[in-house]
């Protein structure tokens, strides 16, 4: 038994298909099944149903997969425990953030990261917050940055900063007179969300759950842009809320459209987000430094009071 045939068997399990496990590998697909059969002779079981399509795990197969996922991964560990010993900060990290978290926080520290760690290859991904997680426990992510809590068993979390919600009203608004808000003063029948799936979306959803919706909207939109919801504010088809970093970049006559709301202030946390195993948790705690260092002026907000980034049918 090898871990290269370990890792061709979970290349096979995630994928379902010889040939798309050969191409992910960058092997063949004879070499491939060749290696998985031999493992398969040696253990004198079948590990993968091949007569089913997709291919699927047979059941002391899933129990391999499992264990051989635990052996991947402390394999692994061995280059981590070199690097660490040698002082050496390198190789590929691939690093996931959801997408009402890309476009503020990673122009704010990715310059400082590349100068001060120039041997890491960072990849960056975007997803939402299942994919990310998924993508964590199948060794396709190194480390993310998500809102959380997450409450998810597998996943370690620290703690990068918190980011209050803010209104953003146009002047027809009643409230709009106002200097700070109540989460009452919202709307929610006229709520301007971005789309399903995104988890900014059901942190307003989980805070707002109290308040009554009358439903009386002419309509009901959902978009993937922050950019969107505004303009569509300023025609006075409803109000929305932003974390607070995407509002510094707004126009100043914008701005004056911001309505914070009064402390204990509604935050979402925002972790760095990593599997228990904890690989490459030198390049992990490089990057939470580097973060910490660029957000500590941006982020001053203590009192907060934090709002689940889970949808309601999960809690």
Do not use: W
Not at 79 to 106: A, R, S, W
């Amino acid at each position: 038994m090898t871990i290269t045939q370990l890792y061709y068997v979970l290349a096979v399990a995630e994928n379902k298909n010889f040939t798309l496990a050969a191409e992910k590998c960058f092997v063949t697909q004879p070499t491939l099944s060749m290696q998985i059969q031999k493992l398969e002779d040696e253990l004198g079981v079948l590990i993968f149903d091949r007569s089913k399509k997709p291919i699927q795990l047979t059941e002391i197969g899933q129990k391999i997969v499992t264990q051989a996922k635990n052996i991947v991964n402390e394999s692994d560990r061995i280059q981590d425990i070199v690097d660490q010993q040698k002082g050496f900060i390198g190789g590929e990290f691939k690093l996931g953030i959801i997408p009402t978290i890309m476009p503020t926080l990673l122009p704010m520290f990715l310059n400082n990261f590349i100068k001060k760690y120039p041997k890491i290859k960072l990849i960056i991904e975007e997803h939402n917050t299942e994919e990310i997680i998924t993508r964590l426990k199948n060794g396709h992510l190194d480390a993310a940055i998500a809102a959380t809590p997450l409450e998810d068993e597998k996943i370690k979390e620290i703690v990068l900063y918190y980011e209050p919600f803010v209104a953003y009203f146009p002047e027809s608004h009643h409230s709009f007179h106002k200097e700070e808000i109540e989460v009452e003063d919202i709307d929610v029948d006229s709520l301007l969300l971005l789309q399903d799936g995104h988890c900014f979306r059901d942190g307003i959803l989980n805070l707002c759950k109290n308040v009554n919706n009358s439903e009386t909207s002419p309509f009901q939109i959902e978009s993937g842009s922050f950019e969107t919801l505004i303009k569509l504010a300023d025609e006075g088809l409803g109000t929305t809320l932003l974390p607070y970093l995407h509002t510094l970049d707004l126009k100043e006559k914008d701005k004056l459209k911001l309505r914070h709301f009064k402390e204990p202030k509604p935050a979402r946390e925002v972790s760095l987000i990593f599997p228990k195993s904890e690989l490459k948790i030198h390049i992990i705690d490089a990057l939470r430094q580097v973060i910490a260092g660029v957000v500590k002026g941006a982020i001053v907000f203590q009192n907060v009071q934090i709002i689940s980034p889970l949808s309601k049918k999960n809690q």
